[in-house]
């Protein structure tokens, strides 16, 4: 899991991902390929939902976003209509 993962913040906005996060949209192959990109930087990650939902917590939590594959997957979030 993230660093961030200490936070109970950082847990709500994790769970709360899950909720938002429409499965149609995790499924689509966009969503695979920005997946596929990332896969072995986090353990956590080696699920699509739980990489996702990784992605907005961070976003939510963190004033400061180096990640690229987190800046793509919340560009694809939003892109989708999805409240990140």
């Known amino acids: 899991m993230p660093k961030q993962a ?3 913040q ?3 906005e994790h769970e709360a991902a899950h909720i938002r996060i429409p499965d149609k949209i995790i499924q689509s192959d966009e969503a695979r390929e920005i997946f596929k990109k990332q896969i072995g930087t986090n353990s ?3 699920f699509i939902y739980e990489f996702y939902a990784d992605a907005v917590a961070i976003y939510r939590t963190s004033s400061n976003i180096n990640d690229r594959n987190i800046i793509k997957a919340i560009q694809f979030l939003k892109s ?3 409240d990140a």
């Open 10 to 12: 950082f847990l709500a």
């Open 6 to 8: 200490k936070s109970i």
């Open 44 to 46: 956590n990650d080696n």
């Open 80 to 82: 989708n209509g999805v």
